[in-house]
């Protein structure tokens, strides 16, 4: 993409409204517009994020057999009556009467919607396990919305719901999602650590967070100080196997939320204790059948006996990850995006647009790496380098190819690591291998 | 993709509330599920329908060099004040309070997001041209909704909008989509006409709506004659070149809507006039300042004086596409997928579930033709082959490959096409080559 027809409006002035890094820099480097309190519009630059993390996510659900569905974003408030729900949501919920003053409202989740699904179609314990999902905007009405994507009002989730007969199926799946889990932010480059955590207005009484450490987290956490040596890798997960030890070894080291966390029953000793602020990126719950029974979704067991089914529910906040992520990646300068999920590969920068040399060699470069397959933002604009070399600093992809008089005589090209800041002068040909082994 | 663990709760009865055959079929087949009225579950025979028509729509904007944002289903009442709109619209309009009595309402369209976007952000001449889409959810809240996904409520749309200094370039803006709506629906297998369209609220002058005959249409149109012979051909573009001819050839024969149509002024002799059942898939809109005027998106001309942007808008009826290609698609026995579209290249019917050797032969087959890339449904429940022949049927998908008994003797498998209804016996590599040649 030529960076001379890309919409992307980077302000030069710190937005006044942005408390902390990541809606400062999502704002500055033009990556969402705020269209009212806590409603946002994803620009181009940001949707790229979004996507790649809606990716990463939905390979992982995948292949944790998940099937993908898509529930609407209004919901009929007689759902949330059969739940009970209705009444205890109080005001986060936005409630809606339609032109028949019927009442609707904006799904805040979906737990009622899914189990009115399942409840008409699945009947006996033969179509079970099932684990579906989807990703879909919801809104929640906070009263403060704040820090941009990462306490919004209309946000994107993955919220995938599990189908079982009985507990032990619904652990099995419940391990399913929080090996998915581990997976899915690991390969976003986070260090998210699962805690016990507070079920909430959900239900239920088994709950982990996925939480990662960051001084702008909206919540306390606790956690045993090993942690902070733990590296978790990216595990390779055979979803047919028990995976129970997988959850046993991610869950011995003591970590648990402020709603979770009692001093006088907590395992360790508060030498080994650490206390932080921490940031949500993902919600597992197992609630048994909080919801099939009051609903009626039943299914028969091999004996032929109807019982509720065994459900929970397993959210991840997609919309606000790229918030966590800059919280957990950049410096004074900018973004610094991990691979995985960066807008472009790379930007590429001719030093002087001005310069026919310059352009021809730049111009050739830049239909180099398209052909490689290698998303480049190509900074073609007549501006200063200075402007020119901000502006990449600011949205942080990973790599920045520099292209300049005194390179090209040399027969060289400049190619600076975004994340350590090193330079390095190679041949066009070492730049396009470089960029293409990754 | 295993039967036995898809969640595709087909309906063995005809749904009582469904009066046209894609209402039926889509519910017959497990592709969606009504949550209120025109309101829709989109279950994973569905959703995968609707992400391939997404992806083909996305694909061909992209390829016209519109660039995707994401724009918030929720928007503030204040902006479509600016506009006007806010009072004109009716009841269409799901409008909503907030917590703090803010008025909202849920975007029936995105004219007035858009022109704030850019009135913000583009100041010059040399920004532009520009051309934004995004592809959300909408709400209308049509008085009676019906025809399942043709006429909901809540739906997924494609709105594109150009932004121009001029009107020379916001006809060119036009034609790019114009030719990027040709492509879209020729690779989704629909002949859908261009025809001179009222532009109703979206206001303009110029507007074509691209319509697909067929007797579930919501309106009726009037074209010549000669359309009923014309192919339209997926035509290549480049969007670097003057688009007009390629306009004016899709124009040539008159076509236009009911609103537009008057007999006094027709160009062709009413003996060359056609008239017939029309389904809007896709709408078009030049409408200059209607919005950044009001709304003052001004840009500064080269000379420096400020003058409001050239707009259009183009919307393609994402959701009420699976809908519509069902219409063209069908027959008594279900729906037939052109393949650029079907949820999966093929199904695989093991005929004898119970027979170890059809079951080996079965699965050794459904790991050849995963490994070789093709999406395919492999129907391994053990169910009688009349059944299992009528859900293949049911749910269309465009080859069927069948492993029984008496092929396994011969060394053979059978392969059905669902459009032609041709059988033909086949070892399973030539089986494999047929599918892996499309």
Known sequence: MRLSEYFLPVLRENPSEAQIASHRLMLR???IR?????IYCWLPL????LKNIERIVREEQDRAGAQEILMPTIQPAELWRESGRYDDYGKE????RDRHDREMLYGPTNEEQVTEIVRASIKSYRDLPKLLYHIQWKFRDEVRPRFGVMRGREFLMKDAYSLDLDAAGAKRSYNKMFAAYLRT????GLKAIPMRADPGP???DLSHEFIILADAGES???FDRRWQEIDIPLIEVDYQDDLEPIFQRWTASYAATDEKHNPASCPIPETELISARGLEVGHIFYFGDKYSRPMQALVSRPDGAPVP???GSYGIGVSRLPGALIEANHDENGIIWPESVAPFRAGLINLRASDMRCRAAADDLYGKLRNAGIEVLYDDRDESPGAKFATMDLIGLPEQIVVGPRGLAAGTVEVKNRRSGVREDMTTDAALSRLSAA
């Open 202 to 204: 959900i239900g239920g």
């Open 29 to 31: 480097a033009g990556m």
């Open 309 to 311: 089914l065994q459900m």
């Open 46 to 49: 940001g949707l790229r994020v």
């Open 220 to 222: 306390d956490v606790f």
């Open 185 to 188: 932010f690991v390969r976003m």
């Open 93 to 96: 919920m936005l409630r809606i």
């Open 34 to 38: 705020q269209s009212s309190a806590g």
